[in-house]
């Protein structure tokens, strides 16, 4: 059974930092973008961040470039989330999210991503 597993949320003050981590387990996906999505109550899940199955490219939303960075691990089958300079509009369910497919490149498509974490809550206080 294939299972995405995030960490790290919580509640942190207006310009503060957390560290999302998501472990898959049950299948690799070393071959494969993966990426991090959030999602407001009554909102439509949005892109975040995603990162290609090399490291070799990334992506950002506007609204985190230059705050949030991307990055993963291979050998443990992790993709990690560094939010910097928080602010109360990142209040949000995080989702990790994986693509089953080999590609070379990520997308922000939510469509394209077959497998999903169950969520972590990030508040932040203004």
Do not use: H
């Not at 509640?11 to 999302?20: C, D, E, K, N, P």
């Amino acid at each position: 059974q294939v299972q995405l597993v995030e960490s790290g949320g919580g509640l942190v003050q207006a310009g503060g930092s957390l560290r999302l981590s998501c472990a898959a387990s049950g299948r690799t996906f070393n071959s494969s973008p993966m990426g991090w999505f959030r999602q407001t109550p009554g909102k439509e899940r949005e892109f975040v961040a995603a990162i290609n199955w090399n490291s070799g490219s990334t992506g950002y939303a506007d609204s985190v470039k230059g705050r949030f960075t991307i990055s993963r691990d291979n050998a443990k089958n992790t993709v990690y989330l560094q939010m910097n300079s928080l602010k109360p509009e990142d209040s949000a369910v995080y989702y990790c999210a994986a693509d089953s497919r080999w590609r070379s490149t990520w997308s922000s498509n939510v469509y394209e991503y077959d497998y999903w974490g169950q969520g972590t809550q990030v508040t932040v206080s203004s």
